[in-house]
């Protein structure tokens, strides 16, 4: 099953698509503007894998420092608001990034993180 696939089955799971974005803008007001690059960036990345066919393993390994910065930022801030959303977003990232380093050491590729 493609990582697409199984990253909106999970989305699905939580709450949907349309209330998983809504709940990731209402997290974006209560953070600084400079740190809603984050959030922002998320909420057009989530949102389109609804949309268009995205290549997410490759999207996860080219943007391999952006998804530890998010999930460092996100454990940060858990520590002021405890939120299933930003928890949620977290196991999402990570998920991904355990996927792929599944798919790389099955086919033999240089390690991931």
Same mark, same amino acid.
């Given at each position: 099953?493609?990582?697409?696939? +199984?990253?909106? %089955?999970?989305?699905?799971? $939580? #709450?949907? #698509? ?6 990731? %803008? ?26 268009? %066919? ?13 998804? &530890?910065? +998010?999930?460092?930022?996100?454990? &940060?801030?858990? &520590?002021?608001?405890? #939120?299933?959303?930003?928890? $949620?977003?977290? %196991? ?19 390690? $991931?993180?």
């Amino acid at each position: 099953m493609a990582l697409q696939k +199984l990253m909106v %089955e999970r989305i699905d799971e $939580f #709450c949907g #698509c349309k209330e998983f974005i809504s709940r990731l %803008e209402a997290l974006s007001k209560i953070y600084d503007p400079s740190d809603r690059f984050y959030i922002d960036s998320i909420m057009i990345c989530f949102n389109s894998i609804y949309e268009i %066919e995205v290549y997410v393993v490759g999207h996860t390994i080219d943007n391999k420092k952006f998804n &530890k910065g +998010l999930t460092t930022f996100l454990n &940060k801030h858990l &520590k002021k608001h405890d #939120c299933k959303t930003s928890i $949620f977003v977290i %196991e999402l990232v990570e998920f991904k990034i355990d996927y792929v380093k599944t798919i790389r050491k099955l086919t033999g590729w240089i390690s $991931f993180l």
